[in-house]
């Protein structure tokens, strides 16, 4: 295959050791190109419109601005490109504000090299690839129960709440003040009929609310 022809990928990973191993393991399969990496987003985004790839794996908790938190810059500077997340985080919130940022695809640093590299492919092929367990929870998200009492808001807090954040970093992450994240929290409690977050967690999965 000619290179012009090959896949161009740059890999946004904060490791150095992961780093180098996804670019020789990609680089080193036909068909595949590795244009640059980086260590983190700032640096990426000063040449990442040059560089245009093809596919970009992400890593998501980077020094600085996060994965996720890069994602809609980065579509917005390269929106022909492919994201693929990859990450050893599994948090249903997570992966849902990854894809609703601009994902393409959602794939845990445990995925065997050769299925890295494939979904590589699978994806420039319209394809979206998911790690199994990261697919199966995308699935049971839509056997959520649609008679929630909880707003879209209330709902995303809540299932913050339950990845073990504070009110300040829910505050920080959704860019509303503190006493808004309060006032949300004490309309879930109230909605629930509860008077503890574990209790609110509890109840919420019980009814599949979350």
């Given at each position: 295959?000619?290179?012009?022809?090959?896949i161009?990928v740059v890999?946004?990973e904060?490791?150095?050791t992961?780093r180098?191993?996804y670019?020789f393991l990609?680089?080193?399969t036909?068909g595949y190109k590795?244009?640059a990496?980086?260590?983190?987003?700032?640096?990426?985004?000063?040449?990442?419109v040059?560089d245009d790839p093809?596919?970009?794996?992400l890593?998501v908790e980077l020094?600085g601005?996060t994965?996720?938190?890069?994602l809609p810059?980065?579509?917005?500077?390269i929106?022909e490109?492919h994201?693929l997340?990859l990450t050893?985080?599994?948090?249903?919130?997570?992966?849902f504000?990854?894809?609703g940022?601009?994902?393409?695809?959602?794939l845990?640093?445990?995925?065997?090299?050769?299925?890295?590299v494939?979904a590589?492919?699978?994806?420039?092929?319209?394809?979206?690839?998911?790690?199994?367990h990261i697919?199966?929870?995308?699935?049971?998200?839509?056997k959520?129960n649609?008679?929630?009492?909880?707003?879209?808001?209330e709902t995303?807090?809540l299932e913050?709440i339950?990845t073990g954040?504070?009110r300040?970093?829910?505050?920080?992450?959704?860019?509303i003040?503190?006493?808004?994240?309060?006032?949300?929290?004490?309309n879930?409690?109230?909605?629930?009929?509860?008077h503890?977050?574990?209790?609110?967690i509890k109840?919420?999965k019980d009814?599949?609310?979350?």
């Amino acid at each position: 295959m000619k290179r012009d022809l090959d896949i161009r990928v740059v890999i946004i990973e904060d490791d150095e050791t992961i780093r180098e191993g996804y670019a020789f393991l990609i680089g080193n399969t036909a068909g595949y190109k590795i244009i640059a990496t980086y260590s983190s987003c700032e640096d990426a985004f000063k040449k990442i419109v040059q560089d245009d790839p093809d596919v970009l794996l992400l890593d998501v908790e980077l020094p600085g601005i996060t994965g996720i938190e890069a994602l809609p810059k980065l579509k917005r500077l390269i929106p022909e490109t492919h994201i693929l997340i990859l990450t050893v985080y599994e948090q249903e919130m997570l992966i849902f504000r990854a894809l609703g940022n601009g994902a393409a695809g959602y794939l845990t640093k445990n995925t065997p090299p050769e299925k890295i590299v494939a979904a590589i492919h699978e994806v420039m092929d319209g394809g979206g690839p998911m790690s199994a367990h990261i697919a199966r929870m995308v699935i049971s998200s839509f056997k959520r129960n649609e008679t929630t009492p909880l707003t879209r808001r209330e709902t995303e807090i809540l299932e913050q709440i339950a990845t073990g954040k504070s009110r300040k970093r829910i505050a920080d992450e959704l860019y509303i003040d503190l006493e808004t994240v309060k006032s949300h929290i004490k309309n879930i409690y109230h909605k629930l009929d509860v008077h503890s977050k574990a209790d609110a967690i509890k109840a919420a999965k019980d009814n599949k609310f979350i």
